[in-house]
Structure formats: C-alpha cells, structure tokens
C-alpha cells in the first residue's frame, strides 16, 4: 500500500473512531445518572469510583473524539482510544462470563437488557474493529487533514531544500530586477 493510500485510509479510521467517540459520548452526558447505572451494572469498580467515573467518561469520550475528528493530538488520543476499547471489550466479556444480562450502555442507556448475551458478541467485535482503526492511527498518523500537520510540523530536507530553491529563485529575481 502506498503512502498515499494510507493517509487517507488513516483520515477514515480517525473519522470514524471520532465520530463513534463523540456520538457515545454525547448519548451519555445528557443522562449523566445513566452513565453512572451503566458503570455501576458491570460491578467491576469499587463503590467509591462508580460516580466519577460515570460522570467523567461521557466527557472524556467526547474530547478523544473531537480530537480524532479534528486531528489534533491525533496519536495521543488514539492512543487512549485503543486503551479505552480494549477495556470496554473486556468489560463486556466479563459481564458475559459471569452471566450478566445488562445492556453495555456504550451509547446511553444501561442496567438490565434479557436480550443481552445475544448482543455481547457484536459489541465485543465492534469495539475489537473500533481498537484496530485506533490503533491504525497511532501507526500511519493522523492522515489527510489533519491540525496536527499544520500545528506540528516536521521539517524535513526535502522541505529545507524546497525553501532554498524559493529563496534562491527570490534573490536571483531581485538581482534580474536590479539590472534595469
């Protein structure tokens, strides 16, 4: 696969991992007690970090988002990204094994679902396929797009060399100017 071709299959990675992030996100934040039954129906976290982290994820998914969707710390926030799914994979998983029966609460919601065990393997594969795209972005980088290639901005040699040849052209034009 060509360069070309990865920055733009990474710009659509980082779209839509950014764009699942800030939809979970937002679904949560306007039910902030929601998310709080949500993290409390996996019975993975003591007592004591349940609310804040049901009151803190909703927020933290909509900044990873907006920073993947705008490209700015795109490797960071990719990062987090794959740590954040991973988790949420394993905690699906753990809610499967031990015969929980609770909706993932991923996009809102949360608590008791019957039809939970059936929806465990999508939302285990989903988040699986959303770590993957992840972590493509932490590889290729931020692709097509992206504040991150304005903001910080390697120069390379070939950039060097392209600045030269312009100020060369610039003093030669100034010398040909001057001659009149």
Not at 30 to 47: E, F, I, K, N
Not at 147 to 165: G, I, K, N, P, Q
């Amino acid at each position: 696969m060509n360069a070309s071709a990865k920055q733009w299959l990474a710009l659509g990675a980082r779209l839509v991992v950014g764009g699942v992030w800030i939809w979970a996100g937002l679904a949560k934040l306007t039910d902030p007690l929601g998310s709080v039954r949500a993290v409390q129906a996996y019975d993975l976290l003591p007592t004591s970090l349940v609310e804040p982290v049901g009151y803190t994820l909703p927020a933290v998914e909509v900044v990873i988002g907006l920073a993947l969707v705008v490209g700015v710390m795109t490797r960071g926030a990719a990062v987090i990204s794959v740590v954040l799914f991973a988790g949420f994979a394993i905690g699906i998983a753990s809610a499967w094994a031990r015969g929980l029966e609770i909706d993932c609460g991923c996009f809102g919601g949360g608590g008791y679902d019957p039809d939970a065990a059936s929806k465990y393997p999508f939302e285990i594969a989903r988040d699986a396929g959303l770590a993957l795209a992840s972590v493509l972005v932490v590889w290729v980088g931020p692709g097509r797009f992206a504040l991150d290639s304005v903001l910080f901005r390697r120069r390379t040699t070939d950039d060097l060399e392209c600045e030269l040849d312009d100020l060369d052209r610039g003093a030669r034009r100034q010398d040909l100017e001057g001659v009149d």
